[in-house]
Antibody
Framework: QVQLVGSGGGLVKPGGSLRLSCAAS????????MSWIRQAPGKGLEWVSH????????YYADSVKGRFTISRDNAKNSLYLQMNSLRAEDTAVYYC????????????WGQGTLVTVSS | EIVLTQSPGTLSLSPGERATLSCRAS???????LAWYQRKPGQAPRLLIY???SRATGVPDRFSGSGSGTDFTLTISSLEPEDVAMYYC?????????FGQGTKVEIK
């Protein structure tokens, strides 16, 4: 049974940092491209970042470039998102999601972890 | 970036009725790169339709997708109570990939 379990969310002050994790099981994690996608309150889904199966190719949305860092540890079947210089507009539920490769839809999603940036 | 506009915002129908959800793109999207997702309350999103019209594994055949160019449609032929959810379209034809705002489907 495929599972993506996100963790690490919470309340953080503006300018602070947080590290999200996503633990994968039930599939060969190292074969899949992974992304972080977020949904702010009352807004639609927004793609945040992408990492290839090997970790060699990484992309970021302009809104988080220079502040967020995506990484993965295939030995631990885990995906990470290091979020620095957090802003109120980063408040959202963050989902991890998998896809076979670029140009394919997301076949599995995690349940989401809530990040709240507020003083 | 390509903006996807979904309508209506909320759809309230009785069980057995047909639900028609629209996704309109601000620029042409190749059908190969248009997907629909379902997110039930408290659950992770689930892939429903890919390639604009292909059902993902395990998706009931009451769900169907159609469309091309800038206009795409998700149809639920006969609404079931378990179909209560948010539905999102996504394009990954042009970077950055984008999603629609979602349509909420309710049971009347």
């Amino acid at each position: 049974q495929v599972q993506l379990v996100g963790s690490g969310g919470g309340l953080v002050k503006p300018g602070g940092s947080l590290r999200l994790s996503c633990a994968a099981s039930g599939f060969t994690f190292s074969d899949y491209y992974m992304s972080w996608i977020r949904q702010a309150p009352g807004k639609g889904l927004e793609w945040v970042s992408h990492i290839s199966s090997s970790g060699s190719t990484i992309y970021y949305a302009d809104s988080v470039k220079g502040r967020f860092t995506i990484s993965r540890d295939n030995a631990k079947n885990s995906l990470y998102l290091q979020m620095n210089s957090l802003r109120a507009e980063d408040t959202a539920v963050y989902y991890c999601a998998s896809r076979n490769r670029t140009g394919t839809p997301y076949n599995y999603w995690g349940q989401g972890t809530l990040v709240t940036v507020s003083s | 970036e390509i903006v996807l506009t979904q309508s209506p915002g909320t759809l309230s129908l009785s069980p057995g009725e047909r639900a028609t959800l629209s996704c309109r793109a601000s620029q042409r999207v190749s059908s190969s790169y248009l997907a629909w997702y379902q997110r039930k309350p408290g659950q992770a999103p689930r892939l429903l339709i890919y390639g604009a019209s292909s059902r993902a594994t395990g998706v009931p055949d009451r769900f169907s997708g159609s469309g091309s160019g800038t206009d795409f449609t998700l149809t639920i032929s006969s609404l079931e109570p378990e179909d209560v959810a948010m539905y999102y379209c996504q394009q990954f034809d042009t970077s950055p990939q984008t999603f629609g705002q979602g349509t909420k489907v309710e049971i009347k």
